[in-house]
């Protein structure tokens, strides 16, 4: 089983910057693909960012590039998202997900799934 708990959210104001942790209890983080997810008020949940389990593949969904990086640390069991740059159409819910991929994975392989972290940025 693998719990996912997120934090690092918060109010900030528009072009500022936030960064989300993911910390995984799990002892095979390492092999886990994991992922960023975002859900907005009235919207569904949207594909952030995804790395694989040894960085070396990364992926962002076009809205972020330039502006949110993600990242991992094996040994401390997280992962990150940096984000600079923010709009008010980043605020949102954001999810820490993981899954048994060697790639980044499609959103329906994703099988773990954290509370979530709210995200606000104001104008």
């Known amino acids: 089983q693998v719990q996912l708990v997120e934090s690092g959210g918060g109010l900030v104001q528009a072009g500022g910057s936030l960064r989300l942790s993911c910390a995984a209890s799990?002892?095979?983080?390492?092999?886990?693909?994991m992922g960023w997810f975002r859900q907005a008020p009235g919207k569904e949940r949207e594909f952030v960012s995804g790395?694989?389990?040894?960085?070396?593949?990364?992926l962002y969904t076009d809205s972020v590039k330039g502006r949110f990086t993600i990242s991992r640390d094996n040994a401390k069991n997280t992962v990150y998202l940096q984000m600079n740059s923010l709009k008010p159409e980043d605020t949102a819910v954001y999810y820490c997900?993981?899954?048994?991929?060697?790639?980044?994975?499609?959103?329906?392989?994703?099988?773990?799934w954290g509370q979530g972290t709210q995200v606000t940025v104001s104008s």
């Open positions: 799990t002892r095979i983080f390492s092999v886990l693909a």
């Open positions: 790395i694989n389990w040894s960085g070396v593949s990364i």
């Open positions: 997900a993981a899954a048994h991929t060697i790639g980044v994975p499609a959103i329906r392989e994703y099988n773990y």
